[in-house]
């Protein structure tokens, strides 16, 4: 098996389960951002994989062979702290060759790396800098150098840009999935905001109170959420009670949703449907009945606040299709069966 | 908070209290020290006020000039010992849980609180041939009859390191509880054992410290008079020694203060040189 694989990894701190019975496939190249609420164990099975912390149980396999008891030093991953961990008494250039003199490289041959390297970051002129005088996105990149300097088989980063103004993050994004592109290298993120998962990650991997609640590729993340926290972690969503009626068929609000069908066996279930495809129309029989309470026009987008049977629903347009509806209005509410994922409760 | 230039005499006053203290309590005295250091000396008597050098003339002796090395020379070795056995225990003992830490630094509390006179005595006993440790080693087969360990030079250092090391300990304590540990991490992450990032992250990060450190243990040994008299022979005396024996014992005040001011001066020199040599290495990494 070509790649890393997490088989049954768990992780407890006394009595606490930071880490549940974790099991994941990352084949080589890929970007993976594990994606989740703080204390959600993210942070905790990066630092596993790292070696920074022993599983309570489970493998971590590299290529079909076991790391699990390899120590942090001898596994050859290329990590970026989310305080960087800059070591303050080196210069740029010092700081970015360590591994390199750790392992004993020539100083010709250091020298050579550390400009290669610095270019690579597009830092090309700073080598003899101290790291106390860099801006914030400058020791970002001197951090992401010095964790490639020995092309590394995992490049691991824990909450990379969580200390970057919002337009800088934005542009390292960018430029952090293009570097990985560039180098093809494995690399797992840990991040708590979805904007960032969505723009940088082959696989987003959703974790909640210690468990994968979903991996797959981000579009895919946000289209067919697994469940409610998916659901309302990634992007806004409207979610709705769904009931059967005697010929099994789904129910919203009294109304019958052709093209749903409920979960085997589940009576009742929730259904998820993002605000751009809640579809507004005239009020007619057999159409879910709502009032409008609110209108937000954004300029780009206009949200439609409708009340339905008890439940503000939100509905995204642009103002090219923008509806003739004002606050208090009767009005029409569609929601397309195959916009619609059902989940379990 | 509000920071005005003080104007009235109430403004002065919070600082007056301690600088009224300073002057009465240290000035003053240190003063008296250095105008006694030039009196002269009255045999059978005290002092007659006076300018002579004559006391400082005295030390350029090789008698004088050997009992100042040695002093100097036992306070470097004394700080150099704590911080090498203090450092790596205060950062281990940073990496434990917060109740161990808790425990050990009161334990060395409670070390600080034992009196140089009860250190010296109980050092002298465990190291004796009659009731010290030898006796123990005998027991286990390890030596043939049990020997004598005091007085000697090792006996000295030993009671010394142990009367230094708990200051040594809580200084450096403070400097490493706030060392963040994702630093070693980071080391290790490229490369180097946890030992390796020891030595190329944590102690040049702390040079400083370290430095600092380095300069209090030796200040504070070189005032010692009480344990090489103690754990030592007379050739193990220190400076401090010699001072307390012309002042108390020859009734010498003269030659006593000028020993005094120049132990003050010579240990000044030093701390600035140490000073100048590090600063020097900060300005040009």
Redesign the interface.
Known sequence: MSGLTLQGISKHFGAVTAVDDVSLTVPHGTFVCLLGPSGCGKTTLLRMI???ENPSAGRILLDGADMTAV?????????V???L?L???L?VSENVA??LR??GVAAEERRRRVDELLSLVHLPDYAQR?VSKLSGGQRQRVAIA??L??SPKLF?LDEPLSALDAKLREAMQVELRQLQQKLGITTIVVTHDQREAMTMADMVVVMGEGRIRQAASPIEIYRRPADTFVAGFIGSTNLLDVGCDGAGRAVVAGVVMPGLALPDGAERARLSIRPEDVQLAAPAAGRLAGRVTFLRDLGGTIETYVEVAGTTVVAVSTPRERPAVEAGADIGVVLPAEHCVVLRQ | MRRDKPRTLADHLPLAFPAVMLVVFFVVPFGTMIAVSFFRRQQGGFYTVDFVLANYERFLTAFFGNVLGFSLLLAAAVAVCCVVLAFPFTYFLTCRARRVQVAWLIALLSVLSLSEVIIGFAWSTLLSRTAGISNLLVAVGLLDQPVALVPNFAAVMVGMVYQALPYTILVLYPALVRL?N??V??????????L?GFF??VI??L?NTIVATLIMVFVFALGAYLLPQILGRPQHWTLSVLITDQAIYQSNMPFAAAMAVFLVLISLALVGLTLLVGGRREAT?
């Open positions: 790292a070696g920074l120590p942090t030093h001898k596994r050859d991953f290329g990590m702290f989310q305080s961990a070591f303050p008494h210069d360590y591994a750790i392992r101290p010095r964790a300097a020995v691991l | 963040d994702s630093f991490e980071a080391a290790c992450t490229l490369g180097a054992s946890p390796r190329t992250i040049p990060m040079r990494p």
